[in-house]
C-alpha cells in the first residue's frame, strides 16, 4: 500500500460535548436575563423560549437514536446562531462575539485527527500540522491500537487510535520498516 490514515482517538470529545452544552445552557440563561433589561421583548423571551425547547428536544433525540441521520453538530450549531442573533440584535456584540468564539474552537476540537503516512513522509495533526520526514525518525510502529512515533532527538509520541477505523499493523509495520530502511 503506498498511503495510510491512521484516525487518532479524541479522549476529551466527551468534555468538549459538556462544555459546549453547560454554554448553551448558560447562553439561555443570560439571554432571559437580558430580555426583561430591553423594553417590548415579551416576543425575544417567546424566542428564546423556543431556543430553549429545541435544546430539550435535540437532548430527548439524541438519548433515544431515533433520528440517527440528523448531523447532531449542525443542529447545535443551529441553535448558536439564533442565540447569536439575538445577542446582535441587543447590540451586545461581545457576547456574540464570544459565542462566535467558542464554537469555532468547539468545531476545531471535536474535529477527526488523522495521520497521513505516505513514501514521501507523515503529516501528523497538531496545530498547523506537522510534516514528519522519514529521516527525522528513529521508529514507528502500530502495536495493539497505539501508534508510536519515536524520533532520533529522543521525542516520542504515542497515541491510542480509534478503534472504528481498522489497518491492517503488520502491512503498516513492514511499510514503515521499507521506508526506514532507505
Known amino acids: 500500500m503506498e498511503r495510510f490514515l491512521l484516525t487518532l482517538k479524541n479522549a476529551k470529545l466527551r468534555s ?3 462544555i459546549r452544552w453547560l454554554l448553551l445552557f448558560l447562553n439561555i440563561i ?13 416576543g425575544d423571551r417567546f424566542g428564546i423560549t423556543g431556543i ?18 440528523v ?5 447545535l450549531l443551529g441553535i448558536n446562531a439564533i442565540i447569536i442573533f439575538f445577542w446582535i440584535k441587543w447590540n451586545l ?13 468547539y468545531l476545531y476540537s471535536i474535529r477527526k485527527f488523522e495521520v497521513e503516512v505516505d513514501r514521501q513522509s507523515i503529516l501528523y495533526p497538531s496545530f498547523p500540522k506537522r510534516r514528519i520526514l522519514w529521516n527525522e525518525l528513529q521508529n514507528i510502529v502500530l502495536k495493539d491500537g497505539i501508534l508510536t512515533i519515536d524520533f532520533r532527538n529522543n521525542k516520542l509520541i504515542q497515541q ?3 478503534e472504528e477505523v481498522a489497518v491492517n499493523e503488520k502491512e503498516f509495520n513492514e511499510f514503515c520498516q521499507q521506508q526506514l530502511s532507505k
Open 16 to 18: 468538549y460535548n459538556l
Open 30 to 42: 443570560a439571554l432571559y436575563i437580558v430580555s426583561f433589561s430591553k423594553p417590548g421583548s415579551f
Open 52 to 69: 430553549l425547547l429545541l435544546s430539550i428536544l435535540y437532548l430527548f433525540v439524541k438519548r433515544t437514536e431515533k433520528f440517527a441521520t
Open 71 to 75: 448531523d447532531r453538530r449542525w443542529a
Open 93 to 105: 456584540y461581545l457576547a456574540a462575539t464570544a459565542t462566535i468564539l467558542f464554537e469555532v474552537i
Open 160 to 162: 491510542d487510535l480509534d
